[in-house]
């Protein structure tokens, strides 16, 4: 099924008379795994018009990377044609190659080389002659602000910067058409800013066709045309404006306080006819559907307040319309173990001047703050602030070089393996047994957690049905979806039922109605007592936490509550702005400033 939006599909289709960069006509792609097909792609049509950005999104698993290795031409369909500015892809292979650039999700960079010696080996790759290279490189890492690390090797680059590398090799030779799949899953917001620099740049410059898999829907909102994609097939198509106009009129925010705003958004979301709830600071934001009845739902939530559309609210819309899954109301509850103590005043994690270092580089400087029971955490930061160094500290994974910490009362640098049983940890990445089963996993980190007998038995069967894992109970841990392997690894570190959580990077790459789900988890969980600890590099998770720090180079830059770090990230031209827009004044600017407890 293709809706909305189809009316404008023609016309874009044959804009200005130009042969179209990418058409798909009647696409099937299915895959064999232990002798069940899968069908990835199922009679998939759409044309895109040259010089255009489209993004490409959707549910994981609903055939993106799929999609992008077929037009890239590295794998053929089952049926229909695939032509890249009119070179079948079977039939013209060279001719595809000549004119693309493919960076998939995890590009090859040789991470034994230095960032000048992969720039030359993928300019060998793409032909690019000695002559022109010196002033495209400096182009380049002069817009992905790489310039001053041209001799370091490319294993030693933080996320966002291995991601810039990977995209500016991509372009090297200045393709005509460039398929990116999610380039941003996993960077932070000012290194994403730089990766879209780069894009707009090539687009702008150099007249480039880009499509672009991605799990930011405001990414997908700065393109010409979005595809969504579900079950391998395309949904809807249109212009951003166009799907937001889908849900014009059905939009509203009320105002919550500080205090209640978490309360709010669980009652809000439990009202029929209510799609969807966002927090946003002192505002919570609800798409209804057509049938909702706005008296009631006023007089339940307070004054609903008409507020205009974003293509977010269109596309959470039409994927829960469209979605098999239960509803999130309906959904079971994460259940824990309430601890006895006043969650309101009990300080659970303690971090005093706490430093790391790795021979004469300091990863984490004199960092403090701390965090009580119930609460949901968060520790951001760009790629390489120390985020992940200070969580695997908390988490007994490695040694303070200095400071005190202590976690459930208990010192950290004197008896981590003691802590480790009362905390559950995600870490950034799938980080279980690829090579077992879901329910082998299941039972090793059962057993790994002091599990047994009857015990371990109600916490597996807990675990199958709380995170849906029946479907995949005896498929192997390396080919589930995305989503499923969240899912997985959320199960895994909630099998013990522990007193703290230590989430790192636990949705990226997720798809939204998978992280409004996380979230969900979440809020449940610090409603009994349980307390978490996150880093992301969505900015608008951050509003789910109570509050939060911000690190630069090492060091704690800003830390309050959402509200406080929106205030010092202001600007004068800004009364209000986005978490995003005050994180990245924050970390530009590297304030020392710190407010809150």
Same mark, same amino acid.
């Given at each position: 099924?293709?809706?909305?939006?189809?009316?404008?599909?023609?016309?874009?289709? &044959?804009?200005?008379?130009?042969?179209? %960069?990418?058409?798909?006509?009647?696409?099937?792609?299915?895959?064999?795994?232990?002798?069940?097909?899968?069908?990835?792609?199922?009679?998939?049509?759409?044309?895109?018009?040259?010089?255009?950005?489209?993004?490409?999104?959707?549910?994981?698993?609903?055939?993106? @990377?799929?999609?992008?290795?077929?037009?890239?031409?590295?794998?053929?369909?089952?049926?229909?044609?695939?032509? /890249?500015?009119? %070179?079948?892809?079977? =039939?013209?292979?060279?001719?595809?190659?000549?004119?693309?650039?493919?960076?998939?999700?995890?590009?090859?960079?040789?991470?034994?080389?230095? *960032?000048?010696?992969?720039?030359?080996?993928?300019?060998?790759?793409?032909?690019?002659?000695?002559?022109?290279?010196?002033?495209?490189?400096?182009?380049?890492?002069?817009?992905?602000?790489?310039?001053?690390?041209?001799?370091?090797?490319?294993?030693?680059?933080?996320?966002?910067?291995?991601?810039?590398?990977?995209?500016?090799?991509?372009?090297?030779? @200045?393709?005509?058409?460039?398929?990116?799949?999610?380039?941003?899953?996993?960077?932070?917001?000012?290194?994403?800013?730089?990766?879209?620099?780069?894009?707009?740049?090539? &687009?702008?410059?150099? +007249?480039?066709?880009?499509?672009?898999?991605? #799990?930011?829907?405001?990414?997908?909102?700065?393109?010409?045309?979005?595809?969504?994609?579900?079950?391998?097939?395309?949904?809807?198509?249109?212009?951003?404006?166009?799907?937001?106009?889908?849900?014009?009129?059905?939009?509203?925010? /009320?105002?919550?306080?500080?205090?209640?705003?978490?309360?709010?958004?669980?009652? #809000?979301?439990?009202?029929?006819?209510?799609?969807?709830?966002?927090?946003?600071?002192?505002?919570?934001?609800? *798409?209804?559907?057509?049938?909702?009845?706005?008296?009631?739902?006023?007089?339940?939530? +307070?004054?609903?307040?008409?507020?205009?559309?974003?293509?977010?609210?269109?596309?959470?819309?039409?994927?829960?319309?469209?979605?098999? !899954?239960?509803?999130?109301?309906?959904?079971?509850?994460?259940?824990?173990?309430?601890?006895?103590?006043?969650?309101?005043?009990?300080?659970? /994690?303690?971090?005093?001047?706490?430093?790391?270092?790795?021979?004469?580089?300091?990863?984490?400087?004199?960092?403090?703050?701390?965090?009580?029971?119930?609460?949901?955490?968060?520790?951001?930061? #760009?790629? +390489?602030?120390?985020?992940?160094?200070?969580?695997?500290?908390?988490?007994?994974?490695?040694?303070?070089?200095?400071?005190?910490?202590?976690?459930?009362?208990?010192?950290?640098?004197?008896?981590?393996?003691?802590?480790?049983?009362? /905390?559950?940890?995600?870490?950034?990445?799938?980080?279980?047994?690829?090579?077992?089963?879901?329910?082998?996993?299941? $039972?090793?980190? %059962?057993?790994?957690?002091?599990?047994? +007998?009857?015990?371990?038995?109600?916490?597996?069967?807990?675990?199958?049905?709380?995170?849906?894992?029946?479907? *995949?109970?005896?498929?192997?841990?390396?080919?589930?979806? =995305?989503?499923?392997?969240?899912?997985?690894?959320?199960?895994?570190?909630?099998?013990?039922?522990?007193?703290?959580?230590?989430?790192?990077?636990?949705? $990226?790459? *997720?798809?939204?109605?998978?992280?409004?789900?996380?979230?969900?988890?979440?809020?449940?969980?610090?409603?009994?007592?349980?307390?978490?600890?996150?880093? @992301?590099?969505?900015?608008?998770? #951050?509003?789910?936490?109570?509050?939060?720090?911000?690190?630069? !180079?090492?060091?704690?830059?800003?830390?309050?509550?959402?509200?406080?770090?929106?205030?010092?990230?202001?600007?004068?031209?800004?009364?209000?702005?986005?978490?995003?827009?005050?994180?990245?004044?924050?970390?530009?600017?590297?304030?020392?400033?710190?407010?809150?407890?």
């Amino acid at each position: 099924m293709n809706t909305v939006l189809d009316q404008t599909s023609a016309q874009y289709a &044959t804009t200005a008379h130009q042969t179209p %960069a990418i058409e798909f006509a009647g696409v099937c792609k299915g895959f064999t795994v232990r002798k069940k097909i899968t069908e990835a792609l199922r009679e998939l049509s759409f044309t895109m018009s040259s010089g255009q950005v489209v993004a490409l999104i959707g549910p994981d698993g609903a055939g993106k @990377t799929t999609l992008m290795r077929l037009a890239a031409g590295l794998l053929h369909p089952e049926q229909g044609t695939i032509r /890249i500015f009119g %070179a079948d892809t079977v =039939l013209d292979p060279d001719g595809v190659r000549s004119t693309i650039g493919y960076m998939p999700q995890r590009f090859g960079l040789y991470e034994d080389l230095t *960032v000048e010696q992969n720039l030359n080996l993928y300019a060998d790759l793409q032909g690019v002659m000695p002559r022109d290279r010196a002033k495209r490189f400096a182009t380049l890492l002069a817009m992905g602000g790489l310039t001053p690390f041209t001799s370091r090797l490319a294993g030693r680059l933080s996320g966002g910067m291995k991601q810039k590398l990977g995209l500016i090799c991509t372009l090297l030779r @200045t393709p005509k058409l460039l398929l990116l799949d999610e380039p941003t899953v996993g960077v932070d917001p000012v290194s994403r800013q730089e990766l879209w620099a780069i894009i707009d740049h090539a &687009t702008r410059e150099d +007249g480039m066709s880009v499509l672009m898999s991605t #799990a930011y829907l405001d990414e997908a909102e700065r393109c010409d045309r979005v595809l969504i994609l579900h079950e391998g097939q395309l949904l809807a198509q249109g212009t951003p404006t166009e799907f937001a106009s889908r849900v014009q009129g059905r939009v509203y925010t /009320i105002d919550v306080s500080d205090e209640d705003r978490k309360q709010a958004q669980r009652l #809000a979301s439990c009202q029929p006819g209510v799609v969807d709830t966002l927090l946003r600071g002192t505002r919570l934001r609800l *798409v209804l559907d057509q049938n909702a009845d706005r008296s009631t739902l006023s007089a339940q939530l +307070g004054s609903l307040i008409h507020s205009p559309p974003r293509f977010e609210d269109s596309f959470i819309d039409l994927l829960k319309t469209k979605s098999q !899954s239960p509803q999130e109301n309906t959904r079971p509850q994460v259940q824990q173990t309430p601890p006895a103590s006043d969650q309101s005043t009990e300080e659970v /994690i303690r971090v005093d001047e706490i430093c790391k270092t790795f021979g004469t580089f300091k990863a984490v400087d004199r960092v403090s703050f701390r965090v009580r029971r119930g609460e949901v955490f968060g520790l951001l930061g #760009a790629n +390489g602030a120390g985020k992940t160094t200070c969580f695997r500290m908390l988490c007994g994974l490695l040694p303070s070089t200095d400071g005190q910490m202590t976690v459930a009362g208990i010192n950290m640098r004197r008896a981590r393996s003691k802590a480790r049983a009362k /905390i559950g940890y995600m870490s950034q990445g799938f980080a279980l047994y690829r090579e077992l089963t879901v329910a082998r996993n299941l $039972s090793f980190f %059962a057993g790994a957690y002091g599990l047994r +007998g009857k015990r371990m038995k109600e916490r597996i069967t807990w675990a199958v049905n709380e995170f849906d894992l029946g479907p *995949v109970l005896h498929a192997r841990s390396d080919r589930l979806s =995305l989503g499923y392997k969240q899912r997985l690894a959320f199960a895994c570190s909630l099998m013990h039922q522990p007193e703290i959580l230590f989430l790192d990077e636990p949705t $990226s790459g *997720v798809d939204p109605l998978a992280r409004r789900e996380f979230w969900r988890r979440i809020d449940n969980l610090s409603s009994q007592g349980v307390t978490t600890l996150v880093t @992301t590099h969505f900015m608008e998770e #951050a509003e789910y936490c109570d509050h939060l720090v911000i690190m630069v !180079s090492g060091r704690v830059a800003a830390a309050g509550t959402p509200d406080d770090i929106r205030l010092l990230g202001s600007r004068a031209s800004e009364q209000s702005p986005s978490m995003e827009e005050a994180f990245l004044t924050i970390v530009r600017n590297q304030s020392t400033h710190k407010v809150g407890p």
